[in-house]
């Protein structure tokens, strides 16, 4: 039985565009565009995205808007002609990628980290968007 690549019955309405701008600007896919997973403590915006083999130096983060932008380059050295690959499915090149944040966020505090080919970018809510207590008093 052959093995059938799952696709999601949802998928990324953004993600779809750009392969289709690629595919009718004749472009080839030399680089790639890394996954993502955003979620939300009380104090901050988290992503995290698995960038395994990529050099921490190598990889740029800007945060504009209350859009957090990725971008960087996987670079491999190999001494093995490419025509004598059998199959090469191991991703190198430039990747870059563009997420909307859900919330406003102060980005001169933003962080990030990795560890063991794993990113995690840490974004502090803005000061504004953290949830308040208010204290009712009685009055008597």
Wanted: aromatic share 8%; glycine share 4%.
């Amino acid at each position: 039985m052959p093995i059938i690549k799952w696709e999601p019955m949802f998928s990324d309405p953004f993600q779809e565009m750009e392969q289709f701008l690629e595919r009718s600007a004749g472009m080839s896919r030399q680089g790639f565009v890394p996954a993502v997973d955003v979620y939300q403590t009380k104090d901050a915006v988290v992503v995290e995205t698995p960038l395994a083999g990529v050099d921490p130096k190598d990889v740029d983060i800007t945060i504009e808007n209350d859009v957090l932008h990725i971008r960087g380059e996987m670079k491999r050295e190999s001494e093995v002609d490419e025509k004598n690959y059998y199959r090469k499915e191991v991703r190198a090149g430039s990747f870059y990628r563009s997420v909307a944040l859900p919330t406003k966020v102060d980005s001169d505090q933003a962080s990030a980290e990795s560890h063991e080919g794993m990113l995690k970018i840490i974004i502090p809510k803005a000061p504004e968007v953290k949830p308040r207590t208010v204290k009712v008093v009685a009055k008597k």
